[in-house]
Nanobody, 115 residues
Framework: QVQLVESGGGLVQSGGSLRLSCAASESMFSYNHMGWYRQAPGKQREWVAIITVGSTTNYADSVKGRFTISRDNAKNTMYLQMNSLKPEDTAVYYC?????????WGQGTQVTVSS
């Protein structure tokens, strides 16, 4: 059974940094792509960043230039480095992986940015 486990969330002041990790239970090469989503209170879940099996990346406009997605295939772990955090980045962040046609999700990790 595929498991994705996020860690690294927490409380940080505006302008600060956090690094999220997503540990996969099996080789990440088995996924078409992986990424991060987030859901703020009262809002729909939104896409944040994606990384393909070939390590091509893409970002939502709201985080471009501040967030960096990466992967360590040897550790079966994906990361999201978040810099220059803003209060509007406050949300539960979810790790996502797709092995077409199935989507897998982690349990989420809370990120809170205080002003």
């Amino acid at each position: 059974q595929v498991q994705l486990v996020e860690s690294g969330g927490g409380l940080v002041q505006s302008g600060g940094s956090l690094r999220l990790s997503c540990a996969a239970s099996e080789s990440m090469f088995s996924y078409n792509h992986m990424g991060w989503y987030r859901q703020a209170p009262g809002k729909q879940r939104e896409w944040v960043a994606i990384i393909t099996v070939g390590s091509t990346t893409n970002y939502a406009d709201s985080v471009k230039g501040r967030f960096t997605i990466s992967r360590d295939n040897a550790k079966n772990t994906m990361y999201l480095q978040m810099n220059s955090l803003k209060p509007e980045d406050t949300a539960v962040y979810y790790c996502h992986a797709q092995r077409f046609p199935v989507d897998y999700w982690g349990q989420g990790t809370q990120v809170t940015v205080s002003s």
